[in-house]
């Protein structure tokens, strides 16, 4: 039997210790990575850059190319409410919104080739009782995108965005989250077998902000998703959920940042995943930056992988760099590997098949990220896209039983 790779290679440092043997920091500290509109500057991404060498880049090569890519999902969107706008801006305004320049080629590709941008806004002080969702669906084209999230000061909103179809797809999304609002934004990602999809999400959190953010990765060929969150005003708070499942021939990545610039500001990252199948690969990269000036800094992520089946392989990455010693605590933690032995015998002993003590298992693993998630909807539909993953384990070893 060929045993599943599995891989943890996390890095903690203090500032001054760049480079220094092993499980230190790479040489260059996480927020001195090039953020630019223009993507000639970045170059073409060969795999052995550090914010892509997990990546597939040969089949995301179409993705870097600045020429086709002029077509447009179709949008669907909730009823909007009174105070929530969504109208679509010029590509120098969308530039001159956006809370900072593209992270990486794809996505300044993304912004280069939109045309402009949709602007979701919601107004300061509006409170929206139900969620705004968008759903993008695509039918094989070669698109980019541009998207502005604004939330007004002590506005609270959520928001859901769903994609769907098959489409060859790059993005940037900038969130805005002012003074004393906050935000719960949803992402999923169900495409059809054979879509490809690269997207930055860049949200930035004033005074008192509040932002959920939760990523659900169910489709697609190859998905990777760079999230960062950026503190610019004190005593805000970031809480990061993921849900991701892989199937063989599927490539699930997910890239994180999040950059405490300011005191006083709590983050949380949780992310969780499963794969089965021999060519299953998953990616989780976590990087948090804690900044001289971020006294009372307040920190902690968390990934956990399971793997289903053998061959499947799973990376986990996460990075803490930590420039001052004045914070209330800062730590990581990261682990993945196969059902809880002792677990399985339990419901075994106890009459039930290992059809079933699999799928309870898993509903187990993932319950409690699902619940933080925040709309009932989303969660019920999740548990059921689950269940119809799990049904195609279950057939899988059925096979080789």
Do not use: C
């Given at each position: 039997m060929t045993t599943p790779t599995t891989?943890?290679?996390?890095?903690?440092t203090l500032a001054g210790a760049h480079g220094h043997g092993p499980g230190s920091a790479p040489d260059i500290s996480r927020a001195d990575r090039l953020t630019?509109?223009?993507?000639?500057?970045?170059?073409?991404?060969?795999?052995r850059e550090e914010n892509w060498r997990f990546s597939p880049v040969r089949e995301l090569k179409p993705l870097f190319a600045l020429e086709g890519g002029q077509g447009h999902l179709a949008w669907e969107t909730s009823e909007l409410p009174a105070g929530v706008s969504l109208v679509e801006v010029s590509a120098d305004e969308a530039k001159a919104r956006s809370v900072r320049a593209p992270g990486d080629r794809a996505s300044a590709v993304a912004v280069a080739l939109s045309g402009g941008a949709m602007a979701l806004t919601v107004a300061p002080g509006?409170?929206?009782?139900?969620p705004v969702t968008i759903t993008l669906t695509g039918a094989g084209e070669d698109v980019r995108g541009h998207l502005l999230v604004e939330v007004g000061k002590g506005a609270e909103a959520t928001v859901v965005i769903e994609r769907q179809g098959a489409a060859t797809y790059s993005e940037f999304v900038s969130v805005d989250v002012a003074d004393e609002a906050s935000l719960n934004l949803v992402l999923v990602q169900q495409w059809d077998a054979d879509a490809i999809h690269a997207g930055e999400v860049v949200a930035r959190l004033g005074r008192d902000a509040r932002l959920r953010g939760s990523v659900v990765t169910l489709g697609g060929k190859i998905v990777r998703l760079n999230t960062s969150a950026a503190f610019a005003g004190e005593g805000s708070s970031v809480d990061l959920f993921g849900v991701y499942f892989a199937d063989s021939g599927q490539h699930q990545e997910h890239q994180l940042f999040v950059d405490h610039a300011v005191p006083k500001c709590t983050s949380r990252v949780t992310y969780k995943g499963a794969l089965a199948?021999?060519?299953?690969?998953?990616?989780?990269?976590?990087?948090?930056?804690?900044?001289?000036?971020?006294?009372?800094?307040?920190t902690y992520e968390l990934n956990r992988n399971l793997v289903l089946t053998d061959g499947a392989r799973a990376d986990s990455v996460p990075n803490l760099e930590i420039e001052t010693g004045e914070i209330?605590?800062?730590?990581?933690?990261?682990?993945?590997?196969?059902?809880?032995?002792e677990q399985m015998f339990y419901l075994r002993s106890r009459g039930i098949s290992e059809d079933q003590?699999?799928?309870?298992?898993?509903r187990g693993f993932f319950a409690d990220v699902i619940r933080?998630?925040?709309?009932?909807?989303?969660?019920?539909?999740?548990?059921?896209a689950i269940e119809l993953e799990l049904e195609g384990v279950d057939e899988l070893e059925g096979a080789r039983g």
């Open positions: 891989t943890d290679h996390s890095r903690a630019t509109f223009d993507a000639e500057a970045f170059g073409v991404p060969t795999g509006t409170v929206v009782s139900e199948g021999a060519t299953a690969r998953t990616v989780w990269i976590g990087d948090v930056l804690i900044r001289a000036a971020a006294e009372g800094t307040d209330e605590g800062a730590g990581h933690a990261s682990a993945t590997g196969r059902f809880d032995e003590a699999r799928r309870l298992v898993v933080e998630i925040g709309v009932p909807a989303v969660e019920e539909s999740l548990m059921k």
